[in-house]
């Protein structure tokens, strides 16, 4: 009797192993699908410069200027394009001018006339456009720190004309942006020097920089 217990237990675990095997071997339907090449891109502001000597470059030299340089001498109109070669539109843009004279000792400054410290003094403005905006009529030049741009003129000798030197490290903030994917805006400079202009800016030089910025955001600014 044991022994045929012991037989149909053995039997039974035998039939117990045998089932396991099979649910273990048994086969469900699947189907695995991926998503692939998810790729997020960052957009690009890119600004180019181009002038009547460049195109589309990173950076522009002798956009404006002239030599032999006289009493009533007009310099331009020169122009300077600046395009927005990126994917994404920007806020504004803001243009800063420096200037840095090198004076020739062998003419008295003082026979430049009262008001006037150095060549850049002399340097009429007589024109300054951006796109379609006279900036030397402008009310305002930023938003960002409500400064007038008669101030610059203010700072000077307030005569009402805006020279080099009264711009100098002056930033105009928040023009008009050129669009993006290759859209363009065009700033348009005239030069001058004052027929009565003393004979004290002979050999002087005035290297003039005019600095670009593209920006994002509202709240960014050249320093």
Do not use: W
Not at 186 to 208: F, R
């Amino acid at each position: 009797m044991k022994k045929v217990v012991g037989l149909a237990l053995g039997g039974l675990l035998v039939v117990c192993l045998l089932a396991g095997t099979i649910a273990g071997i048994r086969a469900f339907f699947q189907d695995i699908e991926a998503s692939s090449n998810n790729q997020l891109t960052a957009g690009t502001l890119d600004l180019k410069l181009t002038d009547a000597n460049e195109t589309d470059q990173d950076g522009v030299t002798a956009s404006f200027g002239g030599s032999a340089l006289v009493p009533g001498a007009n310099i331009g109109p020169s122009t300077i394009t600046l395009k927005n070669t990126g994917s994404l539109n920007a806020d504004h843009v803001d243009v800063k001018f420096q200037n840095t004279v090198t004076d020739n000792a062998s003419y008295n400054a003082n026979d430049l006339g009262p008001n006037v410290t150095d060549m850049a003094a002399v340097l009429t403005i007589s024109t300054l456009i951006y796109g379609s905006s006279n900036l030397l009529t402008q009310t305002v030049h930023g938003t960002f720190d409500n400064i007038y741009i008669e101030a610059a003129d203010n700072a000077g000798n307030n005569d009402g004309i805006i020279t080099l030197r009264e711009l100098n490290n002056v930033v105009i903030q928040s023009l008009s942006a050129p669009p993006a994917n290759n859209g363009t805006r065009v700033l348009s400079i005239t030069l001058n020097i004052g027929a009565s202009v003393g004979k004290g800016i002979q050999g002087d030089t005035d290297n003039v920089s005019v600095t670009f910025g593209l920006f994002q955001n509202a709240s960014q600014h050249l320093s």
